[in-house]
């Protein structure tokens, strides 16, 4: 089982090279996590950009070019579209986002006729966290994309983040629905819909894990917390995966582990066609190398 991100890359050098492709990457920091990702072995990749800047950027910062294949496309736009279009015609197993902005990216994997959406699927945000004081990794969701998801996407939520931790080894992964309360107050939409979830695994309706909800954030990840409420869960004090009730709880967890706790982090979006790695243009080199290695790693899945 993976307790570490960087287990995830030494997990890659082992397994077949996926094939990323970067959307409109001409700034140092896209080319040197995809640079780093190159030379530790874990993928290939395409660069669709403006070829000068690429040549440039990779001048500047000593990246050997003849690593990558380069997709000329000098609009920002136009070059998500063609990373997509690499993707429909075979020549990608993950998407990443460049200097393009977040709309223009979203909007060529969103589009309803040459997009990477099949029909009905839920875009969800799955962050992979390595917490210095957890004793494993987290999988959460849904941290940046769905503002209040309701209870069909906080399924196929909960079957994302399943997934996610079957990639890393957990067999049958730990998920806490998180809400305010580990009582369920029929008041609480979020207690409603953990409970109805946790029944629903119960039942066999969600298939390979331990689900169980609703869950304080405290129960699920404190074992002595759980203790003192005297809680009989197979995940509470335990979790491997958190299902958040909305965005700005995700959102507020997220950044408070990433700022003040200093986690380290891979993340990606799940329920397009292929993984597609949404990391901000401020992200750290180490984070959006995560980031690949992460979508790697359930590409190969």
């Given at each position: ?246 965005i700005e709880s995700g959102n507020v967890f997220y950044k408070v582990n990433t700022k003040l706790a ?40």
């Amino acid at each position: 089982m993976i307790t570490r991100l960087d287990q995830v890359i030494d997990k890659l050098k082992s397994n077949e090279k996926k094939r990323l492709v970067a959307a409109y990457a001409n700034d140092s920091h896209t080319i040197g996590a995809v640079n780093d990702a190159v030379e530790l072995g874990i993928v290939d990749a395409t660069l669709v950009g403006d070829q000068a800047e690429i040549e440039k950027t990779c001048k500047e910062h000593n990246f050997d070019i003849s690593r990558f294949t380069i997709v000329h496309e000098p609009n920002e736009l136009k070059a998500a579209q063609k990373a997509v279009e690499l993707i429909n015609n075979g020549e990608g197993d993950m998407i990443m986002k460049g200097l393009v902005s977040t709309d223009k990216y979203m909007k060529a994997i969103l589009n309803k006729e040459k997009g990477l959406m099949p029909p009905k699927a839920v875009l969800t945000h799955v962050t992979v966290m390595e917490n210095p004081n957890y004793h494993k990794l987290l999988v959460v969701s849904d941290v940046a994309v769905i503002p209040l998801p309701d209870l069909n996407q906080k399924i196929a939520i909960t079957n994302y983040v399943i997934k996610v931790a079957q990639s890393l080894g957990i067999e049958k992964p730990k998920v806490a629905i998180i809400a305010a309360s580990e009582q369920v107050l029929p008041k609480m939409d979020a207690c409603v819909d953990a409970a109805i979830i946790s029944k629903m695994a119960d039942r066999g309706q969600i298939k390979g894990a331990y689900v169980d909800g609703p869950l304080a954030i405290d129960v699920a990840i404190d074992k002595e917390s759980a203790e003192i409420k005297k809680l009989d869960s197979m995940v509470a004090g335990d979790a491997d995966c958190m299902v958040f009730p909305n965005i700005e709880s995700g959102n507020v967890f997220y950044k408070v582990n990433t700022k003040l706790a200093k986690a380290e982090l891979g993340a990606m979006v799940m329920g397009a066609k292929v993984p597609a790695i949404l990391s901000s243009r401020g992200d750290s080199v180490k984070t959006k190398l995560y980031s690949i290695a992460m979508a790697a790693l359930v590409a190969s899945k």
